[in-house]
Structures are given as structure tokens and as C-alpha cells.
């Protein structure tokens, strides 16, 4: 139990451009999901928490009008990069824990997004 | 300071070695911690929540020291499938949801 599902898995886009990311629950709900980057050899950092119903919290330094979140259903949450610029270009992973707490924090096995 | 810091390694060791990794926290008041596996490119998988008595998986023991604020993994009889990056993982008080990870420390086992 307790599947995150991501998509695309791998993405590249044009400067400029916007690239849209999904992360799904599949056998749960999830009023939360979070959405982090990961650069390479760095450790995962939190961009944002997704709240079901009403506006992500982002972390200090995200632009939340670069990264926009749309947390529309109890089981999607999705992350659309707007006007991508190479520096955009990562590793974005989300993830989700089930009200029942018992599996942990789940992740979506990622995007890795590059901007040419 | 660092919320989360690791030794980043990389551990080099032969099959069948005990390995341990330290991790330390900033916030005193942290509640709750993991250790996750992330593989190469791949996302990050709860390899085992850490509690204070110590816990133990199998071939993997977790322990939680609160007044020096670190925690730590022991890897016993190392596999060549334990190769990963190993996360350490703090819940921080007052926010039951949110995650602060360490940069990982790369553990590689050798034939």
C-alpha cells in the first residue's frame, strides 16, 4: 500500500517554456503532499507543502510564482514550473503519508527536468 | 549549523563488513527520525524510522542518542545490494509533516 505515482518521469523543455509535474496517491488520500528538489550529490531541500483545498506553503527563497502547486483532489498535487530557465533544470521529487501514518512518508519515484 | 549534517563518505567497504554512519541534528526538540535509501537517480525509500529505545531490521540497527543529538545506522554483514545513499531524516517540532534531510552519506560495497 501507500503508492505515490509521478509524472513525467523525465522532462525536457525549452527556456521559457512551462513544464507541468503530477504526483498522484493511488491507494490512499493525501490532504498533504510536499514537493522538494534534489540537486546533484546535494540533499533533498522542501520547496513547498500542497494543502487539498487551499494555497501551498512554500519554503523562504521559493518563488511561488515560479512554482506554481495546484492541490485539487485529495488524491493530486500538481507542480507546474513556469517559464523554465536552465537553472531550473533538477531532480523534483514529491511525496505523501497516509492519514493512517503507517507506511511512512511515501515518494514519487521523480522528474528530472531539463531546461535547454 | 546545519538542521541535518552527515558524513557524506563515500564508505568504501568489502561484503560482509559492519559499517555504521552518524548523523547529527540542530533542533533539540526534533520528534521524530528516519533513515531513508536513496539509489542512484532513483527517489528516496523509508529504509526504518529510528525510536529512542534503538530499534533493529533484520541486519540494520538504528539508534537515537537525544542528549548528543545524533543518530546512527549499523549495516551488518554488508551486502553489494546495500550500495546506496543513505539519508538521515528529522521531523522537526511543532510541524508534524515536514522533513529535513541530511545530504546522505554514499555507501559502496565491494566484491
Known amino acids: 500500500g501507500a503508492v505515490v505515482s509521478q509524472h513525467p518521469s523525465r522532462v525536457i523543455c525549452k527556456s521559457g517554456t512551462s513544464v507541468k509535474i503530477e504526483c498522484r496517491s493511488l491507494d490512499f488520500q493525501a490532504t498533504t503532499m510536499f514537493w522538494y528538489r534534489q540537486f546533484p550529490k546535494k540533499s533533498l531541500m522542501l520547496m513547498a507543502t500542497s494543502n487539498e483545498g487551499s494555497k501551498a506553503t512554500y519554503e523562504q527563497g521559493v518563488e511561488k510564482d515560479k512554482f506554481l502547486i495546484n492541490h485539487a483532489s485529495l488524491t493530486l498535487s500538481t507542480l507546474t514550473v513556469t517559464s523554465a530557465h536552465p537553472e531550473d533544470s533538477s531532480f523534483y521529487i514529491c511525496?505523501?503519508?497516509?492519514?493512517?501514518?503507517?507506511?511512512?512518508?511515501?515518494f514519487g519515484s521523480g522528474t528530472r527536468l531539463t531546461v535547454v | 549549523r546545519k538542521e541535518v549534517e552527515q558524513d557524506p563518505g563515500p564508505f568504501n567497504v568489502p561484503e560482509g563488513a559492519t559499517v555504521a554512519f552518524n548523523c547529527t541534528y540542530s533542533n533539540s526538540a526534533s520528534q521524530s527520525f528516519f533513515w531513508y535509501r536513496q539509489d542512484c537517480r532513483k527517489e528516496p525509500k523509508l529504509l526504518m524510522s529510528v525510536y529512542s529505545s534503538g530499534n533493529e531490521d533484520g541486519r540494520f540497527t538504528a539508534q537515537l542518542n537525544r542528549a548528543s543529538q545524533y543518530i546512527s545506522l549499523l549495516i551488518r554483514d554488508s551486502k553489494l545490494s546495500d550500495s546506496a545513499t543513505y539519508l538521515c531524516v528529522v521531523n522537526p517540532v511543532g510541524n508534524t509533516d515536514k522533513l529535513i534531510f541530511g545530504t546522505g552519506t554514499r555507501l559502496q560495497v565491494f566484491p
Open positions: 511525496s505523501a503519508e497516509p492519514t493512517t501514518k503507517s507506511y511512512g512518508y511515501t
